[in-house]
């Protein structure tokens, strides 16, 4: 079976300036209404910093099989029922002849603070994989067969998302993954374990510095958590469900 990646690596370019360029508009809107204590949140909040990678997601489901799926974007058709909650609204739903193709979650994390937002994002990607399989295997999405559920995370490249962090746990030694490990590395550790635990079909993480605003510069941390291997994993899921639904 002959996948179609669609030059991914030219689109994630160019979704990386994108993303940049919509926190830094987002940053000097808030400077210039004086708001200035929000300016990080409020770029991180503003919905659209994650656009091209929405579209490049977008091209691969079309490219492989499925041009005629339906794929939602817009807020009021992004909800999913839950198994331990009513719903979960997830960034991205692929839904062809009535059955889930996919379920996507985009999401950055930029500096200055990372610690507890690690943990936060760490707490979150776990519990909705849980709900979400659960809630599949109890029938929430109809008889079908296993979608795809993808996990896929931006991580600014900076000075202090790069040094090890040390952690103390006074009872019990931290797992040996994450001992002095860099707040970079330990988003790799969570995506391959989240991986290894069949929480997502595939996740990955990316990082790139500030400056990429200027080039769309950006790197893998290991190939299972490489943005080559989530479309790849996506393409080929999306190609054999469009083999089997025709």
């Given at each position: 079976?002959?996948?179609?990646?669609?030059?991914?690596?030219?689109?994630?370019?160019?979704?990386?300036?994108?993303?940049?360029?919509?926190?830094?508009?987002?940053?000097?809107?808030?400077?210039?209404?004086?708001?200035?204590?929000?300016?990080?949140?409020?770029?991180?909040?503003?919905?659209?910093?994650?656009?091209?990678?929405?579209?490049?997601?977008?091209?691969?489901?079309?490219?492989n099989g499925l041009a005629h799926a339906e794929i939602h974007l817009e807020r009021a058709?992004?909800?999913?029922?839950?198994?331990?909650?009513p719903t979960k609204l997830w960034d991205l739903l692929v839904i062809h002849q009535e059955?889930?193709?996919?379920?996507?979650?985009?999401?950055?994390?930029?500096?200055?603070?990372?610690?507890?937002?690690?943990?936060?994002?760490?707490?979150?990607?776990?519990?909705?994989?849980?709900?979400?399989?659960?809630?599949?295997?109890?029938?929430?999405?109809?008889?079908?067969?296993?979608?795809?559920?993808?996990?896929?995370?931006?991580?600014?490249?900076?000075?202090?998302?790069?040094?090890?962090?040390?952690?103390?746990?006074?009872?019990?030694?931290?797992?040996?993954?994450?001992?002095?490990?860099?707040?970079?590395?330990?988003?790799?550790?969570?995506?391959?374990?989240?991986?290894?635990?069949?929480?997502?079909?595939?996740?990955?993480?990316?990082?790139?510095?500030?400056?990429?605003?200027?080039?769309?510069?950006?790197?893998?941390?290991?190939?299972?958590?490489?943005?080559?291997?989530?479309?790849?994993?996506?393409?080929?899921?999306?190609?054999?469900?469009?083999?089997?639904?025709?």
């Amino acid at each position: 079976m002959s996948l179609d990646l669609v030059q991914y690596e030219n689109k994630a370019h160019n979704a990386i300036l994108r993303f940049w360029k919509s926190r830094d508009d987002a940053g000097k809107k808030q400077l210039a209404s004086g708001n200035i204590d929000q300016g990080e949140r409020s770029s991180v909040t503003s919905g659209k910093s994650m656009d091209g990678f929405v579209s490049l997601v977008t091209e691969i489901v079309l490219a492989n099989g499925l041009a005629h799926a339906e794929i939602h974007l817009e807020r009021a058709a992004l909800t999913l029922p839950g198994y331990f909650r009513p719903t979960k609204l997830w960034d991205l739903l692929v839904i062809h002849q009535e059955e889930l193709i996919a379920a996507i979650e985009l999401k950055s994390h930029v500096g200055p603070s990372f610690g507890n937002n690690f943990n936060n994002r760490a707490e979150e990607s776990i519990g909705t994989a849980h709900d979400f399989w659960t809630a599949y295997r109890e029938g929430a999405f109809g008889k079908q067969t296993r979608p795809f559920a993808g996990w896929l995370m931006l991580v600014e490249d900076a000075p202090k998302s790069r040094p090890p962090v040390k952690e103390k746990s006074p009872h019990f030694p931290v797992s040996a993954e994450f001992q002095n490990a860099s707040y970079l590395k330990r988003y790799d550790v969570l995506c391959q374990r989240l991986v290894l635990e069949q929480l997502y079909s595939s996740a990955a993480v990316i990082a790139s510095p500030r400056d990429a605003i200027t080039n769309g510069k950006y790197s893998d941390l290991s190939d299972m958590t490489s943005l080559k291997t989530f479309v790849s994993a996506l393409a080929g899921h999306v190609a054999t469900q469009a083999s089997r639904l025709g």
